[in-house]
Antibody
Framework: QVQLQESGPGLVKPSGTLSLTCAVS?????????WSWVRQPPGKGLEWIGE???????NYNPSLKSRVTISVDKSKNQFSLKLSSVTAADTAVYYC?????????????????WGKGTTVTVSS | SSELTQDPAVSVALGQTVRITCQGD??????ASWYQQKPGQAPVLVIY???NRPSGIPDRFSGSSSGNTASLTITGAQAEDEADYYC????????????FGTGTKVTVL
């Protein structure tokens, strides 16, 4: 079955760029799914960052849109997150997840596979 | 609207039934999905679509929806069900956004 694994630096300096990669195994990133990034600051709830389709189409959280870039590398079966101009408020556990769509009357979007998450701390 | 509101915390006696609700305008257009998250772990999908459970999720978990409210019901709560629960839905503004609920902490007494 599909598995996801996040990787990247655990410490980023303020004003720098956070860069993470999510490796997809057990399936193709070119399948008919969207691929998402979600984060969770310490002691807080889940926040959707954005998503990408294998074609390169993206959707971003408006609150982060000016700083976020999500890209896909089909040759490596992975997708990536870049968040620029980071501050302490960007300290969080970052998850990647597979987003699927179910249509039965109404439409339902759901994230059925998640990575274990990676902790990123923004500090000098 | 891009907000999904949940009660911060609920408690349930062992073996009893608890309902967790999620309110938001987008739920009139889209089904919610529900996630269980235990401390230090990644979220796990428990309900999606009209009322679907992924493989491995016990049948004591069920979902329903009415108007702008989605509900997750745990019938016969077990100690291992103590966790944070989040709802999730697509935003109904047409901007292709995803929104998470504020989360509910479920305590099993």
């Amino acid at each position: 079955q599909v598995q996801l694994q996040e990787s990247g630096p655990g410490l980023v300096k303020p004003s720098g760029t956070l860069s993470l990669t999510c490796a997809v195994s057990g399936g193709s990133i070119s399948s008919s799914n969207w691929w998402s990034w979600v984060r969770q600051p310490p002691g807080k709830g889940l926040e959707w960052i954005g998503e990408i389709y294998h074609s390169g189409s993206t959707n971003y959280n408006p609150s982060l849109k000016s700083r976020v870039t999500i890209s896909v590398d089909k040759s490596k079966n992975q997708f990536s997150l870049k968040l620029s101009s980071v501050t302490a408020a960007d300290t969080a556990v970052y998850y990647c997840a597979r987003l699927r769509i179910a249509v039965a009357g109404r439409t339902g979007y759901y994230m059925d596979v998640w990575g274990k998450g990676t902790t990123v701390t923004v500090s000098s | 609207s891009s907000e999904l509101t949940q009660d911060p915390a609920v408690s349930v006696a062992l073996g009893q039934t608890v309902r967790i609700t999620c309110q938001g305008d987008s739920l009139r257009s889209y089904y919610a999905s529900w996630y269980q998250q235990k401390p230090g772990q990644a979220p796990v999908l428990v309900i999606y679509g009209k009322n679907n459970r992924p493989s491995g999720i016990p049948d004591r978990f069920s979902g329903s929806s009415s108007g702008n409210t989605a509900s997750l019901t745990i019938t016969g709560a077990q100690a291992e069900d103590e966790a944070d629960y989040y709802c999730n839905s697509r935003d109904s503004s047409g901007n292709h956004l995803t929104v998470f609920g504020t989360g509910t902490k479920v305590t099993v007494l």
